[in-house]
């Protein structure tokens, strides 16, 4: 059980807007930053974005990221094929001293 | 760019010990937060342990505290893991990840490629 909530999946079709949510507590995700990873599956997972939508060089500025209150979400503008993988947000966790994961949403791109 | 490649995984007996390394280049190493992360099969990410810039804190998951180590030698660039009383259910891909910023607690942004863990009588 994981302490940050995701749906187990999302889809698409190409050139849609697909957003994927991850809900926490006031310890997590209402105190500090959310991040986003992307994993290919038999790949390295890659940061995507994070709550205050600052990214790594290389990814698209189709990702974005936000945050209300105890829950943040994962935007892609104009999904693209490539786009389909799994998508993990995380959270550093106040009471537990420790980052903690959401189990994850595997997006489809149909 | 920065990279990170680990090594010393393998399999081992239940109770037996391992230590994980990652060597990171493209970087000022000493800069910046480091991580461990897992995944067993078919699992989400499991987050491991976190060390600081000069690695006066530490800070573990409640799954694997008091039984894992993490330490780093910045001049050599590297980071480690030291797992004792292994159990199966350490069975994972253990990633090394360079926090995606410089000023801490930013979390995860560069990941190496992994090193299997197996634990297994």
């Known amino acids: 059980q994981s302490v940050l909530s995701q749906p187990p999946s999302a889809s698409g079709t190409p050139g849609q807007r697909v957003t994927i949510s991850c809900s926490g507590s006031?310890?997590?995700?209402?105190?500090?930053?959310v991040n986003w990873y992307q994993q290919v599956p038999g790949t390295a997972p890659r940061f995507v974005v994070t709550?205050?939508?600052q990214g790594l060089s290389g990814v698209p500025d189709r990702f974005s990221g936000s945050k209300s209150g105890t829950s943040a979400s994962l935007a892609i503008s104009w999904v693209q094929p490539e786009d389909e993988a799994d998508y993990y947000c995380?959270?550093?966790?106040?009471?537990?001293?420790?980052?903690?994961f959401g189990g994850g949403t595997k997006l489809t791109v149909l | 760019q920065a990279q990170l490649v680990e090594s010393g995984g393998g399999l081992v007996e239940p109770g037996g010990s391992l230590r994980l390394s990652c060597v990171g280049s493209?970087?000022?190493?000493?800069?910046?937060?480091m991580n461990w992360i897992r995944q067993a099969p078919g699992k989400a990410l499991e987050w491991v342990a976190y060390?600081?810039?000069?690695?006066?804190?530490?800070y573990y998951a409640d799954s694997v505290k008091g039984r894992f180590t993490i330490s780093r030698d910045n001049a050599k660039n590297s980071l480690h893991l030291q797992m004792n009383s292994l159990r199966v259910d350490d069975t994972a891909l253990y990633y090394c990840?360079?926090?995606?910023?410089?000023?801490?607690?930013?979390?995860?942004?560069?990941w190496g490629q992994g090193t299997q863990v197996a634990v297994s009588s």
């Open positions: 990840a360079r926090d995606a910023y410089s000023y801490g607690l930013s979390g995860a942004g560069y």
């Open positions: 493209g970087f000022i190493f000493g800069e910046y937060y």
């Open positions: 060390i600081s810039t000069s690695g006066g804190s530490t």
């Open positions: 006031k310890s997590n995700i209402g105190s500090n930053t």
């Open positions: 709550s205050n939508n």
């Open positions: 995380a959270s550093w966790d106040d009471s537990l001293s420790g980052w903690v």
